[in-house]
């Protein structure tokens, strides 16, 4: 052969391996856009049905007077407990507002808080009780009722514990995390805690919430010891979600619109699709998919995540303990209206959390979150 057609062949050859390579990188190029489709519809699909669940649970009378029961237990002990004085000039309610922002679905100013003890809607009592919760881990609170139980006044403290329900079950384990904190038995509780300085007392940050430390699901996806709990997800670079007023159920109260015009005096409160400020979990974190809890959630339901197991549920959930008459059905729907409208978390990321406060185990295994949900709503709806 001519060295003529021998380059001929060649170039041939190279040519037509050029023609298999484009393919190759075209088709390649074809599954990822068309995976990436599927996956933007399953998003779409599953904030679909999330906001629709998160509207039921919303609208349910049996949930809405449970948290109105449960807001206005607090109210009646923050002010039992700490009563205001003729020379104090500040409001009552001043402590446990501190720092909430304009990015917090359900925040509304000070001067409105009497208006909404009286009119307000589910997501501005949740976000009331939620920022009770983080603001020195509710020490204030729980210090005052312990030093009520460890003064040696006992037929003092069954009276308080009848007068306001309180679960004293719930007050025992605090006193047991604190012994574990300090090093010291619970016989020798009463002299360590009764002896310190309530101020010196009120300083002590046990935890993340008050009576226990944040539930091992979610401290292991808050975690970065690499590399078996390496962070479960990390901030996002670009907004992924737009929450618009038309999105929101319930609607936005007149506090609300307020509390928002403080910092952004042109919010069109008359156009539904204005967009919120709140800074929500959709669009704040993004789940890291190559972690071996997402892959484990995925084995055999596509469980829909937001922003990874709820540690805001977690520290509710914890709140509501408190109380004779906490309802983990109710206090789970509460958080899906709460969090499941705004995007903040989805219902399994909730449940998750849910069962470490549960004597009955909600089943995420087996069954799709959605009947375990379904179920839920069906044995806690008037009929």
Not at 149 to 162: D, L, Q, R, V
Not at 205 to 229: E, H, M, Q, W
Request: proline share 2%; charged share 25%; hydrophobic share 40%.
């Amino acid at each position: 052969m001519s060295q003529t057609l021998k380059r001929r062949e060649s170039k041939k050859m190279q040519q037509s391996s050029q023609i298999t390579l484009n393919m190759s990188e075209n088709h390649e190029i074809s599954s990822l856009i068309k995976q990436k489709k599927i996956k933007q519809e399953f998003i779409k699909e599953e904030i679909e049905k999330l906001f629709k669940i998160s509207v039921i649970c919303a609208s349910n009378s049996l949930v809405i007077n449970y948290i109105n029961k449960m807001f206005d237990q607090f109210i009646k002990i923050i002010i039992f407990l700490f009563p205001k004085t003729e020379s104090d000039k500040t409001s009552i309610y001043d402590n446990f507002l501190v720092g909430i922002n304009n990015g917090v679905g359900g925040a509304i100013s000070i001067e409105d808080m009497e208006d909404m003890i009286h009119h307000g809607n589910i997501r501005e009592k949740m976000t009331f009780m939620y920022n009770l919760a983080i603001n020195q881990c509710m020490n204030n609170l729980y210090n005052s009722i312990l030093l009520i139980k460890y003064s040696g006044n006992k037929s003092k403290y069954i009276k308080f514990m009848k007068e306001f329900n309180i679960n004293d079950e719930t007050i025992n384990k605090t006193a047991i995390y604190i012994c574990s904190l300090f090093n010291i038995s619970l016989d020798n509780f009463k002299t360590f805690f009764v002896n310190k300085e309530i101020s010196e007392i009120n300083n002590i940050k046990y935890c993340n919430t008050y009576t226990s430390p944040l539930s091992d699901i979610v401290k292991i996806t808050r975690s970065d010891g690499a590399p078996i709990f390496a962070k479960f997800r990390t901030k996002r670079e670009q907004q992924k979600h737009v929450l618009k007023i038309k999105d929101i159920y319930p609607k936005l109260s007149v506090n609300e619109i307020k509390f928002i015009k403080k910092t952004d005096p042109l919010f069109d409160a008359e156009n539904i699709d204005s967009e919120l400020p709140w800074e929500t979990g959709y669009k704040l974190f993004k789940v890291k998919e190559d972690n071996f809890i997402f892959k484990l959630s995925q084995l055999k339901y596509k469980n829909f995540f937001i922003s990874g197991f709820s540690g805001s549920a977690d520290v509710l959930f914890q709140m509501f303990e408190l109380f004779n008459d906490n309802n983990i059905d109710l206090s789970i729907m509460a958080c899906i209206a709460y969090m499941g409208n705004s995007l903040d978390h989805s219902l399994y990321e909730i449940l998750m959390v849910a069962n470490s406060h549960s004597d009955k185990q909600y089943d995420l295994i087996d069954v799709d979150v959605y009947l375990e949900v379904d179920k839920i709503i069906a044995s806690n709806t008037k009929k």
